[in-house]
C-alpha cells in the first residue's frame, strides 16, 4: 500500500560541491541508475510532493521535478533545507542527502511514525546520527533562517540548538550507508 503523506514533501539535498568525490555524488550510478533518481523513487512511495535542492538546475532536470536553488549561497546543506521549506508550504520536509542511495521505505516510516510537531527527527544507525535524513517540521523555519543570516553553516550546530530527537533506525542500517569518496564508491558498488 502507499501512503502518501500530503502534509510532507520530500526532498533530496543535491546542491553540495562532492569535493572528497571529486564529482557530482548524485548522478553516480547502482546498477545503471543515479543516485538521485533511486532516492527520488523511493520518496515517490511515500510523498507526492518531491523538490530537489540544488544549484545547477539543468543537471536534473531529468527528473521533471522542482529544482530549488539556495537563497543562502555557499552556505551549506542548511541552506538547501531554508530555501525548499520556503517555496513548499507543507508541514514537514522529509530531507534525504544525494550520497545515500539505498534509503529506504523502512527508514522513511520508522522516523515519520515518531512525528511530532515541533522536533526535528533525526535517522540514527546505532553508530552515528544522520542529520541530512530525517523529518524537519516547518516551524523551524524562522530559527533556521537566524541562523543562516548570522552566517551559520554546521548542520550539528544548528540541530543542536533546536528542539530535535534522534529516531533509531538501526534495524536498516545499511539504508543509510553514506558514500563520499571513490574508494567508498569502489567498495559499495564495486564498478
Keep these: 500500500m502507499i501512503d502518501r503523506h500530503c502534509d510532507i514533501a520530500g526532498m533530496v ?20 541508475v543515479s543516485f538521485v533518481e533511486r532516492i527520488v523513487e523511493t520518496l515517490e512511495q511515500r510523498f507526492s510532493r518531491i523538490c530537489i535542492s540544488a544549484n545547477c538546475p539543468d543537471e536534473y532536470a531529468f527528473l521533471e521535478y522542482p529544482i530549488v536553488p539556495d537563497v543562502f549561497e555557499d552556505s551549506g546543506p542548511l541552506a538547501g533545507i531554508h530555501a525548499v521549506m520556503k517555496s513548499e508550504r507543507t508541514e514537514y520536509l522529509f530531507v534525504v542527502t544525494c550520497d545515500i542511495p539505498f534509503i529506504n521505505t523502512d527508514v522513511i516510516d520508522t522516523i515519520i511514525d515518531k512525528r511530532e510537531s515541533d522536533k526535528i527527527l533525526i535517522a540514527d544507525d546505532g553508530l552515528r546520527s544522520h542529520y541530512l535524513v530525517g523529518l524537519y517540521p516547518r516551524i523551524i523555519l524562522e530559527e533556521l533562517e537566524k541562523f543562516l543570516e548570522r552566517d551559520g553553516r554546521q548542520v550539528g550546530v544548528f540541530i543542536n540548538s533546536v528542539n ?9 542500517s545499511y539504508a543509510l550507508k553514506n558514500i563520499n ?6 567498495k559499495e558498488i564495486g564498478t
Design 13 to 32: 539535498l543535491a546542491g553540495g560541491k562532492s569535493t572528497r568525490m571529486k564529482r557530482n555524488k548524485a548522478l553516480l550510478n547502482v546498477e545503471g
Design 181 to 186: 569518496t571513490a574508494e567508498e564508491y569502489e
Design 164 to 172: 530535535h530527537k534522534t529516531v533509531d533506525v538501526s534495524a536498516f
